[in-house]
Every structure is written in structure tokens, then in C-alpha cells.
Nanobody
Framework: EVELVDFGGGWVQAGESLRLSCSAS???????FAWFRQAPGKEREGVSC???????QYADSVWGRFVISRDNAKKTVYLQMNDLNPEDTAIYYC????????????????????WGQGTQVTVSS
């Protein structure tokens, strides 16, 4: 059983930065982690993912502004968000799943087994 606690959200102005953290407990070796977000009235969307070997993926909307990283010793995944804009306003969720060839594309939220409780990010113009 894996438990995820995500935190670090807050209120910022456009152009500022935030760093989200996702602390995991339980057996996470060989897991890949992802960040999703959901804005009011919109579907949950994949923001970024990081595999156990460090390979990363980003949504086009955050490419060049967000950086995902992981510290396996601390079982923590980070999402550094730079140059934030109001369109980034959403609840951000950390997710995890065992890595494997049959798991499907990383943006499919239904393929993840474990979720954090979410942390609110609000960006004002």
C-alpha cells in the first residue's frame, strides 16, 4: 500500500514560482509518479510524470516552465513551477503507479493506483 501526501500549494501572482512536494510512504521502488491538475469545470489533466529511471514527460502547456524531480531516498517527488500564469490555477494532485509496459500513456488518470489529497494553486493576474 502506498500513501501520498502532496503539499506546497498557495496563492501567488503571475510570473512567480511555487514548488509542490509529494511525500510517499510504503513500497515505491519501480513506481512512476505524476502530477495532475484539475481546474473548476474542467477535466483532470496530466501535467508531468517521472519514471523510476528519471525519464520525464511534460504537458505542452507547462513545457519549459515546470520541472519534475524525485528524491528516491526521501521518497519525495517535486514539481517546481516557474513563471506561473492564471491558467495554471487548479488543484494539483500527485499520483503513483507501478511502472510497466501495460500501464498505458502517462496522462491517463485512470491508470494510477494511488493519489494524494490535492493542493490548491491559485495564480492571480
Amino acid at each position: 500500500e502506498v500513501e501520498l501526501v502532496d503539499f506546497g500549494g498557495g496563492w501567488v501572482q503571475a510570473g512567480e514560482s511555487l514548488r509542490l512536494s509529494c511525500s510517499a510512504s510504503g513500497f515505491t521502488r519501480g513506481y512512476e509518479f505524476a502530477w495532475f491538475r484539475q481546474a473548476p469545470g474542467k477535466e483532470r489533466e496530466g501535467v508531468s510524470c517521472i519514471k523510476s529511471d528519471g525519464d520525464v514527460q511534460y504537458a505542452d502547456s507547462v513545457w519549459g516552465r515546470f520541472v519534475i524531480s524525485r528524491d528516491n531516498a526521501k521518497k519525495t517527488v517535486y514539481l517546481q513551477m516557474n513563471d506561473l500564469n492564471p491558467e495554471d490555477t487548479a488543484i494539483y494532485y500527485c499520483a503513483a503507479r507501478p511502472q510497466g509496459p501495460d500501464r498505458g500513456i502517462w496522462t491517463h488518470s485512470d491508470s494510477y493506483d494511488y493519489w494524494g489529497q490535492g493542493t490548491q494553486v491559485t495564480v492571480s493576474s
